[in-house]
């Protein structure tokens, strides 16, 4: 069983940058590759990026690519997203989220989900 819980999720303006937090709980947080979602208002949950056990893969949808870094620390149980150069269209709650598997991008293959943290970016 993992618990996960989001943080860092805020009001920004356009241009400006967000670091999300996403904190697990359980000794087997090494053991799950990792990985972002949103959904905005209106619109399905949509895959955002993902990182692999160790930390040396990470791959992401392409309307991120270049201004989103994933990272995470198994030491500290914790996985980072780290957003620059913000746009409107950014706007959503973000869940961090567990995988068995690394490479792929299906809500399905979702093992644990965080409860969701809110970013919101201004015009």
């Known amino acids: 069983q993992v618990q996960l819980v989001e943080s860092g999720g805020g009001l920004v303006q356009a241009g400006g940058s967000l670091r999300l937090s996403c904190a697990a709980s359980?000794?087997?947080?090494?053991?799950?590759?990792m990985g972002w979602f949103r959904q905005a208002p209106g619109k399905e949950r949509e895959f955002v990026g993902g990182i692999s056990r160790s930390g040396a893969g990470t791959y992401y949808v392409d309307s991120v690519k270049g201004r989103f870094t994933i990272s995470r620390d198994n030491a500290k149980n914790t996985v980072y997203l780290q957003m620059n150069s913000l746009k409107p269209e950014d706007t959503a709650i973000y869940y961090c989220a567990a995988k068995s598997t690394y490479y792929t991008d299906s809500r399905a293959d979702v093992n644990y989900w965080g409860q969701g943290t809110q970013v919101t970016v201004s015009s």
């Open positions: 359980g000794r087997t947080f090494s053991a799950y590759a």
